[in-house]
Each structure stands twice: as structure tokens, then as C-alpha cells.
């Protein structure tokens, strides 16, 4: 069972979500899950994550219903003890989720972290 999962909504990225998804990939801590949940795309989204990722991620289409939808579908599909949300024309620095869980796990009355943005 994944410890974080990782939410990326996305819509027409093709290419900056692949980027996103590397920044996770290459993240220190690696006791995740990778949730795409694309969002009605029509740039051949599907076709380009299955062949660069295959089933190091889990990939939902869905109608066009917005980015709040989108992500809702990612959380009620996590298995992750903990969310994390990605963008997906955004990217994570190497030690991001290393840095947070330690300080989610140090305190169970800590309930959020985020990082400067």
C-alpha cells in the first residue's frame, strides 16, 4: 500500500505532464502512487502516458468536467495515506515528499504541509 498519493489533474498537457510525472519519479521518497486523472484531453494524453509510463501510474479519462472534478475522481481513487496534489504544468523539486512526510508523521495532529510556491 502506496503512503502518499500523488494526484496530477491535467487537460491538453501533454507534454508539461510528463514533466510533472518525471518530478515524481525522481523524488527521494518513493513510497507513492502516481494518479493521473485527465480531464477530457484531446491531444493524445492517453496515448503518449501509456507508452512512456505504462503501469507506473494509474490513468483515468474522464469528460471534460473541470479541474475540481478531476481531482475529486484522484482522491476518491487514493490509497495513499496521505494526498499530495500536482499540477500538471507544475514540477517537484528531488526531496519534497522526503522533507514532508517525516513532518506529517512527527506530529498525528498535523493534518497539512505545503511549500513555498
Not at 477530457?40 to 494509474?58: F, H, K, W
Not at 472534478?69 to 494526498?83: E, F, H, K, T
Amino acid at each position: 500500500m502506496p503512503r502518499v498519493s500523488v494526484i496530477i489533474p491535467t487537460y491538453n498537457r501533454k507534454d508539461y505532464v510528463q514533466e510533472a510525472i518525471d518530478s515524481v519519479l525522481g523524488q527521494t521518497y518513493t513510497n507513492y502512487e502516481i494518479i493521473v486523472v485527465d480531464d477530457g484531453s484531446t491531444d493524445g494524453t492517453e496515448v503518449a502516458l501509456e507508452a512512456r509510463y505504462g503501469d507506473r501510474i494509474t490513468y483515468v479519462w474522464q469528460p471534460n468536467a473541470g479541474e475540481s472534478a478531476a481531482r475529486n475522481r484522484g482522491i476518491a481513487l487514493a490509497q495513499g495515506d496521505y494526498v499530495a496534489l500536482l499540477d500538471s504544468d507544475d514540477l517537484w523539486l528531488p526531496h519534497k515528499l522526503a522533507r514532508q512526510i517525516p513532518v506529517l508523521e512527527a506530529d498525528p495532529e498535523l493534518v497539512l504541509v505545503f511549500s513555498y510556491a
